[in-house]
């Protein structure tokens, strides 16, 4: 099975489903969308596709927000948002050929009923669908804005539990093309996403040993978003240095009205920040051994939210300008 640092030579763009996942309010959303970009622009055919459907990926992308019937949203670029009732409807329709189920009053009791009497219902119905729109082939891409840390394992992992739960039958079929597409490292990876603080590089350490351990989905790469990035060279920093003796402060305090200091405090607290988030990225570094890793910078006043993504895409492809795809 893939391990960290599978010696697939595959892009990681070029897989058919990608998860973004990670603690919340570390920039998943921001990431995928940023992907989305970059890959559509690319030629590639994607879908976002918004498991939790808080709508913040058409707002980003300053675009309206999308059912679970995906719609395009700009060139080569489709969104949709999970509904696990929707998912059951469709299974139903395809599947079992039960005909459109129309009103949705017995339906949703059915669904409460089947959703809450077995452990993995829901997360199998989230994983079903994205593993029949990768079978479908109507996207060259199915990028996913993932739910949380925790959550996500036990949606990577619904399909061998259910295969190890029941050992025949249908549904043992059912998932075992699930398992063909998801365990399938040249066809699915997790890409974790942290910020550079104790608790949020815990979790992601944690996250990525437990996608190692309790699923077989192919963990392929941790990005680190917001980190303060370098401000000065080190001749500038020298420069700083001597710019905060006093007597400098002074003589610059005659020429130039303002509070110099305030200034000077501000720059110090930002160089504290890049000091403070370095062992923290190291530490995630060296926990993941030969799994990629990019560095994405805090972005400043930055204007529109398009931008935030704009900027992001462009960050993520500096880093990884021959990791996201080949040729
Ligand atoms: N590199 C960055 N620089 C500055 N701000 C950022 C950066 N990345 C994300 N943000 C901001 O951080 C906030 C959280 O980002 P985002 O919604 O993408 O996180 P999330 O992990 O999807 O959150 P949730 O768990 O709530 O879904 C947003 O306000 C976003 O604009
Ligand atoms: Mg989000």
């Given at each position: 099975m893939p391990r960290y640092g599978s010696s697939n030579s595959l892009g990681l763009l070029d897989r058919s489903l990608v998860f973004i996942t990670g603690k919340g309010g570390v920039g998943k959303t921001s990431v995928t969308?940023?992907?989305?970009?970059?890959?559509?622009k690319a030629g590639k055919h994607t879908l976002i596709c918004e498991v939790d459907a808080k709508g913040d990926i058409a707002r980003l992308l300053?675009?309206?927000?999308?059912?679970?019937?995906?719609?395009?949203?700009?060139?080569?670029?489709?969104l949709m948002s999970m509904n696990t009732e929707e998912a059951l409807r469709e299974?139903?329709?395809?599947?079992?050929?039960?005909?459109?189920?129309?009103?949705?009053?017995?339906?949703?009791?059915?669904?409460?009923?089947?959703?809450?009497?077995?452990p993995g219902v829901q997360e199998i119905l989230v994983v079903g669908k994205l593993c029949y729109e990768v079978k479908e082939a109507r996207y060259d891409l199915?990028?996913?804005?993932?739910?949380?840390?925790?959550?996500?394992v036990s949606q990577l992992a619904?399909?061998?539990?259910?295969?190890?739960?029941v050992r025949l039958g249908m549904v043992k079929d059912q998932v075992a093309w699930m398992e063909d597409i998801l365990y399938d490292s040249s066809k699915t990876s997790v890409i974790v996403v942290a910020t550079p603080a104790e608790t949020p590089?815990?979790?992601?350490?944690?996250?990525?040993?437990?996608?190692?351990?309790?699923?077989?989905?192919?963990?392929?790469?941790?990005?680190?978003?917001k980190v303060m990035p370098e401000l000065f060279s080190r001749s500038e920093e020298e420069f700083f240095t001597l710019l905060q003796d006093p007597k400098a402060i002074k003589v610059l305090n005659k020429v130039i009205p303002g509070d110099i200091e305030l200034l000077l405090r501000g720059s110090n607290a930002a160089l504290e920040m890049r000091r403070c988030a370095d062992p923290y990225v190291e530490r995630l570094i060296s926990?993941?051994?030969?799994?990629?890793?990019?560095?994405?910078?805090?972005?400043?006043?930055?204007?529109?939210?398009?931008?935030?993504?704009?900027?992001?895409?462009?960050?993520?492809?500096?880093e990884w300008d021959d990791f996201l795809w080949q040729g």
């Open positions: 969308a940023a992907l989305g970009v970059l890959a559509a300053d675009c309206e927000p999308s059912g679970f019937e995906p719609t395009e949203i700009r060139e080569n670029l489709f299974y139903l329709r395809i599947y079992l050929r039960v005909p459109v189920v129309a009103k949705l009053g017995p339906l949703a009791r059915t669904f409460d009923f089947i959703a809450n009497a077995a199915i990028l996913v804005d993932a739910t949380s840390t925790g959550h996500i619904s399909p061998k539990g259910i295969s190890e739960l590089i815990n979790e992601a350490l944690e996250l990525a040993g437990r996608i190692d351990n309790e699923t077989d989905v192919h963990l392929g790469a941790l990005i680190v978003n926990g993941v051994g030969t799994v990629p890793t990019a560095l994405l910078p805090l972005m400043f006043g930055v204007g529109s939210r398009m931008k935030l993504v704009r900027d992001l895409g462009e960050a993520i492809a500096a």
